[in-house]
Nanobody, 120 residues
Framework: QVQLVESGGGLVKPGGSLRLSCAASGIIFSINAMGWYRQAPGKQRELVAVISSGGYTNYADSVKGRFMVSRDNAKNTVYLQMNSLKPADTAIYYC??????????????WGQGTQVTVSS
């Protein structure tokens, strides 16, 4: 079982920046991916950014060049630096981890979500 605790959301003006953090605890396998999804009102949850245990990253087209995902493996923590924020980035942001056990079984876990609001 893995627990994910997010922090760093809030209200920011357009063009501003925020940094989200997500700390994982529990049974964490060495092969894993961590990242962020978001869900805006009336819309489906969508991938924002993900980073593998080896450091490979993937971003949604809408955030490329503005957001950066990183991780500290020693702390089992993933970060999302969000710059040049737009009102369209307003959403609940969910931390996510995909863990692969030595048996080959995979397990997905989600955080409780943190609200990001971009408004003047």
């Amino acid at each position: 079982q893995v627990q994910l605790v997010e922090s760093g959301g809030g209200l920011v003006k357009p063009g501003g920046s925020l940094r989200l953090s997500c700390a994982a605890s529990g049974i964490i396998f060495s092969i894993n991916a961590m990242g962020w999804y978001r869900q805006a009102p009336g819309k489906q949850r969508e991938l924002v950014a993900v980073i593998s245990s080896g450091g490979y990253t993937n971003y949604a087209d809408s955030v490329k060049g503005r957001f950066m995902v990183s991780r500290d493996n020693a702390k089992n923590t993933v970060y999302l630096q969000m710059n040049s924020l737009k009102p369209a980035d307003t959403a609940i942001y969910y931390c996510y981890t995909h863990n692969v056990a030595p048996t080959g079984m995979s397990y997905d876990y989600w955080g409780q979500g943190t609200q990001v609001t971009v408004s003047s």
